[in-house]
């Protein structure tokens, strides 16, 4: 079946330094790749998402790649914070006419900015 | 501006006990979903819904009912609680599929279910 699959599952990197998630998905089809960030003790949030005519976006920090041949997503978070510590998931989206967009998450990368 | 708010946060069942999750968005959304959380596993689609009065079977449906009476709200039923279903769950909503612009999913805090 369809599956994400996302690495590392965990994180350590310096505050100011850069951190990269990467993420590959099975199904051809998708054409949403949202990121998500789960904060202790709540939801998770978008924080950024990609499509599939487009190869790059970027949102101050925060940056993400696709790579559709290879089914490849990747986020980059530079010049990290303390805030930025959290659990990161992936996923990707098709479209489907008469039911809901399935959407298949990543098992998550928790993020440790290290002050 | 709530969003989407679920209650309890948490809930502890004997197993064979029943208990209903409630989850309420004040965003006007069409879609609702559940979803549970895992270590390692992501998160899972439970049940669905497209519409008020609608709902439809996610990934992991068994042991799981649901009811969409109104649209605001989306209610997740266990009728007989087993150890398998300690999780948290995540309500979620969108205005529409989530592939559709300007529609992603707007998560709630989550409930901790412990089943013993």
């Known amino acids: 079946g369809e599956n994400v699959e996302q690495h590392p599952s965990t994180l350590s990197v310096q505050e100011g330094d850069s951190a990269v998630i990467k993420c590959t998905y099975s199904d051809s089809a998708s054409n949403y790749f949202p990121w998500y960030k789960q904060e202790l003790g709540k939801g998770p949030q978008l924080i950024i998402d990609i499509r599939s005519n487009v190869g790059e976006k970027k949102d101050q920090r925060i940056a993400v790649t696709l790579n559709k041949t290879a089914k490849h997503f990747s986020l980059h978070i530079t010049e990290t914070q303390p805030e930025d510590s959290a659990v990161y998931f992936c996923?990707?989206?098709?479209?489907?006419?008469?039911?809901?967009?399935?959407?298949?998450f990543g098992p998550g990368t928790s993020l440790s900015v290290i002050p | 501006n709530a969003g989407v708010t679920q209650t309890p946060k948490f809930r502890v069942l004997k197993t064979g006990q029943s208990m209903t999750l409630l989850c309420a968005q004040d965003?006007?959304?069409?879609?609702m979903y559940w979803y549970r959380q895992d270590p390692g596993m992501g998160l899972r689609l439970i049940h669905y819904?497209?519409?008020?009065?609608?709902?439809a079977k996610g990934e992991v449906p068994d042991g799981y009912n649901v009811s969409r009476l109104k649209k605001q709200n989306f209610l997740l039923g266990l009728e007989s609680a087993a150890p398998s279903q300690t999780s948290v769950y995540f309500c979620a909503s969108s205005y529409q599929g989530v592939s559709s612009y300007n529609s992603p999913l707007h998560f709630g805090n989550g409930t901790r279910l412990t089943v013993t």
């Open positions: 996923a990707a989206s098709r479209y489907q006419e008469t039911s809901y967009d399935k959407v298949i």
């Open positions: 965003m006007n959304h069409e879609y």
């Open positions: 819904s497209v519409g008020e009065g609608t709902t």
